[in-house]
């Protein structure tokens, strides 16, 4: 069994596929096939993690199928449609300095130049641009969201894992 904090979700089990146990895959990883690189994989099950081992994986058309060592028939597979496939921290690749994995910021303060707090980052989204924080304020007037572009040196000054905070150029009036 894994602790929560660290699984990494990067997709679910969305359907199955034949009779064999083979399970169709929706996959949050860029490219979506990365996903078959990881075994095992960790299904939500019972108020725990728990792991399955991936015996083959491959894309089918448009879709990802999979086929886990536990499941070897329809049946055995069917009780896992919906469950979230994640993966542990230290199955993850490391990154270079000064990348981060999306779920690292969720959570982080945002903190402008004129130390003003903007928010806190709830959700991040990719533009094709640039990724893009959304950050949440609640205060007096209730609840404000900002967008703020994830552009480094230019939006986005520093980012501190260790004390929770983004530094960045923004007004707080966008």
């Not at 990067?10 to 990881?38: A, C, D, M």
Request: charged share 20%; glycine share 10%.
């Amino acid at each position: 069994m894994q602790h929560a904090d660290n699984m990494i979700v990067l997709g679910h089990i969305s359907g199955l596929f034949g009779i064999q146990g083979w399970v169709k895959v929706y996959s949050h990883t860029e490219p979506r096939n990365n996903i078959l690189n990881y075994s095992p994989w960790y299904l939500y099950s019972g108020g725990e993690w728990l792991p399955y081992r991936l015996a083959q994986g491959k894309q089918h058309g448009k879709t990802l199928i999979a086929q886990l060592e536990q499941c070897p028939d329809r049946d055995n597979a069917a009780a896992l449609v919906g469950r979230e496939i994640a993966v542990t921290r230290q199955q993850l690749p490391a990154l270079a300095v000064g990348d981060y994995y999306w779920r690292d910021l969720l959570g982080l303060q945002v903190i402008n130049q004129a130390d003003v707090d903007l928010g806190q980052v709830t959700n991040l989204m990719e533009t094709g641009a640039n990724d893009v924080l959304v950050v949440e304020q609640i205060g007096a007037g209730g609840k404000q969201e900002r967008l703020i572009p994830f552009i480094r040196e230019q939006v986005i000054k520093q980012v501190d894992l260790q004390a929770g905070v983004i530094r960045v150029d923004w007004d707080p009036e966008f």
